[in-house]
């Protein structure tokens, strides 16, 4: 059951167990992971410190919940390294390569597919 909305502001925790703020209306020093990663930052394993709720139709509970990190305590992204790097590349790669003519295609791979599109569709690709 979804809760009351114009309820949802609580600050002290009391209700939800940590400080809730309505949507767009958390205070400064509150950041969600995107927004911390948008500064170069990371949680570094904080505990969640508040949440921001809404009402959402889409979802079953009926609430979109959004949780908050505190930015004074997150520290900067880690650097990636060369062997993660590399890592990353070829994964990349394997993706990007048909597995039935070997070819990078250029672009990932359509799962759907399986494989390149003129591989899946050879007799398309002689008519034009």
């Known amino acids: 059951m979804a ?8 600050p002290s925790g009391a209700t ?12 400064n020093g509150y950041a969600t992971r995107r927004q911390l990663r948008s500064r ?3 949680p570094d394993g904080q505990p969640i410190a508040a949440q921001v709720m809404r009402r959402s ?8 919940v959004a949780y ?3 930015i004074d305590r997150a520290k900067p ?13 070829k994964a990349m790669r394997a993706r990007r390569t048909c ?6 295609a250029g672009d990932v791979i359509p799962t759907s597919l399986g494989m390149c599109v003129p591989c899946a569709y ?3 690709q002689r008519a034009a």
């Open 40 to 42: 170069g930052l990371r």
């Open 99 to 104: 597995p039935a003519c070997r070819l990078d």
């Open 68 to 70: 908050l990190y505190r």
């Open 77 to 89: 992204v880690r650097p990636i390294t060369a062997g993660k790097s590399a890592a990353l590349a």
């Open 16 to 27: 939800w167990g940590i400080p809730t703020f309505p949507w767009k209306f958390a205070p």
């Open 122 to 124: 050879p007799e398309e």
């Open 3 to 10: 809760p009351a909305f114009g309820k949802c502001c609580d």
């Open 57 to 64: 139709r889409h979802r079953k509970s009926g609430v979109l």
